[in-house]
């Protein structure tokens, strides 16, 4: 695996695991005591889409083990895990929309949030609160309870403002079949 | 917008000399074995350690004080939080009830359940100290060199240096950023309502992200310039090389994880159980 990473891929990780940690700290919008609308997902979802699975497992890793560590002083590991499944699922599924063509229409569009909500839908639902039970032993209820609420926000997030960055992202890329022949 | 992080403190102590690498393993062995256990002795023992090697490293209350706030905040919340979805928490675990208070229905307060809460609160001020300590005394520059000695290959630790290396200019661009649009009249703070506010951190992160997308290129292109990733190892030019204090330190913490994980475990249950010893 060591031998596949690009040069490209190594700096991709690198910034984006420091972008990361910028919005996770600063653009990050308090919506109640300890819960947040993070801007945080649609971003790796994005670099997850460009760079690829390893690109987005390691930059949601790297990205908020430090954020936590940085601004808690402590990593609360089973949600850091949560986003490492998040950025590595987006990233392999994802190759099918094909970004670098330049083409992101409805097609895509609902191919990639099918694919965001069902991920994450996992991630937070299932895989978060698991592991909080395992490595915390925190009452099963309310850990699901969280995880529904970061479920739900965070799809919506990456579904609207994710979706966004895309479709821009898109426009900066020519289109495959943007020539023609005379 | 004056969000203080925690970053690297400069001074002259043991804890400070010890190499990346060392203070990397104590903190893995560290939190492995605080995320493990659930024996309140365990707990209160590593505690007492922690302090100890606190007063150790010279770093002042005064100079963290912003993040323990934070952090005590969080696990008031987080306590409140287990309590009103689960007060019956500490019964289901230890398998008694000794009820103290009876407010309403299940809602009563039992010693187990404050004994639980005792022990999430004790789990949470035993990684405190430990993490806070990696970062404050552990020189960033040194911090990759020390995970690719620990087998992560240099690749990647190669990122995680440039993340570190980025943070400041990112957080620097943003502060720009967004002080621009506030300029134009973009409102993030409570005054809007929540979907316009998500729509004006979205003029935020755009430029952002896109400009960042360019320094990708531009530092990629820098490096393979520059031959990164030909060979199959690297040196680095931050590197504390190991001294005995290193080894010796090394040897505690390992015997540490591995006692705190025998008392643990040798009655077969993460938890210690004061209320059928009787």
């Known amino acids: 695996m060591n031998k596949g990473l690009s040069v490209k891929t190594i700096v991709a990780i690198g910034i984006g695991a420091a972008i990361y940690v910028i919005l996770g700290r600063f653009a990050s919008i308090p919506i109640a005591p300890n819960t947040y609308v993070e801007t945080t997902y649609p971003f790796l979802a994005l670099m997850a889409v460009i760079f690829g699975p390893i690109a987005g497992a390691l930059i949601g890793f790297i990205g908020h083990a430090l954020k936590d560590a940085i601004s808690y002083g402590s990593v609360w590991w089973s949600w850091v895990l949560v986003s490492l499944f998040v950025g590595f699922f987006i990233g392999l599924i994802a190759k099918r929309v094909n970004i670098e063509a330049g083409v992101f229409a409805t097609k895509q569009i609902l191919l990639f949030n099918l694919i965001q909500a069902s991920v994450q839908a996992v991630g937070w639902i299932l895989v978060a609160p698991i592991l909080d039970i395992l490595i915390y032993a925190e009452p099963a209820n309310k850990v699901f309870t969280q995880g529904v609420i970061a479920a739900i926000s965070n799809i919506a997030m990456v579904g609207f403002l994710g979706t966004l960055l895309l479709v821009v992202y898109a426009k900066t890329r020519s289109q495959s079949n943007s020539l023609s022949k005379e | 917008m004056a969000v203080e992080m925690l970053t690297y403190i400069k001074k002259q102590s043991p804890v400070h000399e010890l190499s990346g690498v060392t203070k990397l393993i104590i903190f893995l062995c560290w939190s492995t074995a605080a995320m493990l256990t ?17 007063k150790i490293s010279k770093i002042k209350v005064s100079e963290i004080r912003f993040v323990l706030l934070f952090i005590l905040f969080f696990l008031l919340l987080n306590n409140i939080a287990i309590y009103l979805f689960s007060p019956q928490e500490g019964v289901k675990i230890y398998g008694t009830s000794h009820v103290i ?10 010693l187990e359940q404050l004994f639980y809460h005792l022990n999430i609160t004790l789990k949470y001020f035993v990684v405190i100290p430990a993490a806070l300590l990696f970062v404050v005394t552990t020189n960033p520059s040194e911090f990759a060199s020390s995970l690719n000695r620990i087998g992560i290959p240099y690749k990647i630790a190669y990122s995680v240096s440039l993340t570190l290396r980025y943070i400041p200019d990112i957080q620097r661009e943003f502060r720009s950023i967004a002080q621009a649009q506030q300029a134009r009249g973009s409102d993030l703070s409570k005054n809007e309502k929540l979907t316009k506010r998500i729509k004006n951190a979205s003029v935020i992160i755009m430029p952002l992200i896109f400009s960042s997308l360019e320094r990708i290129e531009v530092i990629s292109n820098a490096m393979e310039l520059r031959g990164f990733g030909k060979k199959k190892k690297r040196t680095w030019y931050r590197a504390t090389p190991f001294r005995r204090g290193d080894y010796f330190t090394i040897v505690i913490g390992v015997i540490l994880l591995i006692a705190s994980l025998v008392v643990t475990f040798h009655d077969g249950s993460r938890f210690y ?4 010893l009787r």
Do not use: E
Request: charged share 10%; no cysteine.
């Open chain 2, 38 to 54: 659930y024996d309140t002795w365990v707990l209160l023992a590593l505690l007492v350690i922690s302090f100890v090697l606190f």
């Open chain 2, 101 to 110: 208070w009876d407010i309403a229905g299940r809602y009563n307060i039992t």
């Open chain 2, 273 to 276: 159980n004061p209320f059928t």
